[in-house]
């Protein structure tokens, strides 16, 4: 494949290709070996529309861990700010050698057509309410090197579903998988085509934790929300939030996820947040081994699997 633009576009042979191959790396870098050569030469741009602090960053370190050359570009200080438009911005970006794009855009569908236009590969790092695959890619494998295989694993994912592209993404490679996921969030917070989502769905989260592997909270996007449409925090987080009491409620095997960034005190208590059970930070540093992974394999890395 050229392009990662969906969770929907991989196979599970196609994912568990990705997931081994970032297993494979993982292995290269215990053994402290920090940098490959395997694609010096090669250009990848990042090209940020919208703000990012984790996916920009894990781009760009794992580009270089592979020996790309990295440019990174973000629309604010650009000439966006002076009118030039997405396709122009990419034409110019794809003058300068770019062999592969990492896209952010608030506009879903950004990445999809920014692939009609350039020569190189196009990976959506999150567009719109739509799609962030590699975050499902990163926590897929997270979860894989916590808990084992993924087939018939509980997976429970809660809160602003409307706005979560990470939560589609996850729904969807998930399923892939053959993981179980049950979306929960108040009946404000889904989007009316969730009935269609290869996933169960709930209102009650008191209900599913016990039954879950796998509790991922999800942000409450006020900046995607009309102001009117605020939840208030003290009631949000009575109903929908990972606190102390809540997690007792869960297995002792779970773990707790969140994509970040998080409303510490909202969506997850700080405690929460910070303990064991919690896959945050961790999920932060798979996020590079499994963009190298995605990176290396769209631009032509060969099978790693049982190389090393
Ligand atoms: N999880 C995630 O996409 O974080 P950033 O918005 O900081 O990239």
Same mark, same amino acid.
């Given at each position: 494949?050229?392009?990662?633009?969906?969770?929907?576009?991989?196979?599970?042979?196609?994912?568990?290709?990705?997931?081994?191959?970032?297993?494979?790396?993982?292995?290269?870098?215990? =053994?402290?070996?920090? +940098? @490959?050569?395997?694609?010096?030469?090669?250009?990848?741009?990042?090209?940020?529309?919208?703000?990012?602090?984790?996916?920009?960053?894990? /781009?760009?370190?794992?580009?270089?861990?592979?020996?790309?050359?990295?440019?990174? /570009?973000?629309? +604010?200080?650009?000439? *966006?700010?002076?009118?030039?438009?997405?396709?122009?911005?990419?034409?110019?970006?794809?003058?300068?050698?770019?062999?592969?794009? *990492?896209?952010?855009?608030?506009?879903?569908?950004?990445?999809?057509?920014?692939?009609?236009?350039?020569?190189?590969?196009?990976?959506?790092?999150?567009?719109?309410? $739509?799609?962030?695959?590699?975050?499902?890619?990163?926590?897929?494998?997270?979860?894989?090197?916590?808990?084992?295989?993924?087939?018939?694993?509980?997976?429970?994912?809660?809160?602003?579903?409307?706005?979560?592209?990470?939560?589609?993404?996850?729904?969807?490679?998930?399923?892939?998988?053959?993981?179980?996921?049950?979306?929960?969030?108040?009946?404000?917070? /889904?989007?009316?085509? *969730?009935?269609?989502?290869?996933?169960?769905?709930?209102?009650? @989260?008191?209900?599913?934790?016990?039954?879950?592997?796998?509790?991922?909270?999800?942000?409450?996007?006020?900046?995607?929300?009309?102001?009117?449409? /605020?939840?208030?925090?003290?009631?949000?987080? =009575?109903?929908?939030?990972?606190?102390?009491?809540? *997690?007792?409620?869960?297995?002792? $095997?779970?773990?707790?996820?969140?994509?970040?960034?998080?409303? =510490?005190?909202?969506?997850?208590?700080?405690?929460?947040?910070?303990?064991?059970?919690?896959?945050?930070?961790?999920?932060?540093?798979?996020?590079?081994?499994? =963009?190298?992974?995605?990176?290396?394999?769209?631009?032509?890395?060969?099978?790693?699997?049982?190389?090393?």
């Amino acid at each position: 494949k050229r392009h990662l633009i969906s969770a929907a576009d991989l196979t599970r042979d196609d994912a568990l290709l990705i997931l081994d191959t970032a297993d494979e790396l993982a292995k290269i870098s215990e =053994r402290s070996i920090k +940098k @490959l050569p395997t694609l010096r030469g090669r250009t990848v741009v990042n090209l940020f529309f919208e703000d990012s602090t984790r996916t920009r960053i894990s /781009f760009e370190a794992a580009a270089k861990r592979l020996s790309a050359d990295v440019i990174n /570009f973000s629309a +604010k200080g650009s000439s *966006v700010s002076k009118g030039e438009s997405l396709k122009d911005t990419a034409l110019t970006l794809e003058a300068m050698g770019a062999d592969a794009v *990492v896209i952010r855009h608030s506009a879903s569908g950004a990445p999809h057509r920014l692939a009609g236009w350039v020569r190189g590969s196009v990976v959506n790092a999150g567009d719109g309410t $739509h799609e962030h695959p590699t975050q499902a890619l990163l926590d897929a494998f997270t979860m894989r090197r916590r808990l084992g295989p993924l087939d018939g694993r509980k997976v429970t994912i809660v809160g602003d579903v409307l706005h979560s592209r990470v939560a589609r993404s996850n729904v969807l490679l998930l399923a892939t998988l053959g993981a179980e996921v049950t979306l929960v969030a108040p009946p404000t917070l /889904f989007p009316v085509q *969730v009935g269609s989502w290869p996933c169960e769905v709930s209102y009650d @989260l008191d209900a599913v934790l016990p039954k879950s592997d796998v509790v991922m909270m999800l942000r409450v996007q006020r900046e995607r929300m009309n102001a009117a449409f /605020f939840p208030t925090e003290r009631e949000y987080s =009575r109903r929908y939030g990972l606190d102390r009491d809540r *997690v007792a409620k869960m297995p002792d $095997h779970a773990i707790v996820m969140h994509p970040g960034p998080m409303n =510490r005190g909202m969506e997850i208590a700080a405690e929460v947040a910070d303990s064991p059970r919690s896959t945050i930070v961790e999920q932060v540093a798979n996020g590079v081994t499994a =963009r190298m992974a995605v990176l290396y394999l769209l631009l032509g890395g060969a099978d790693l699997r049982g190389e090393i």
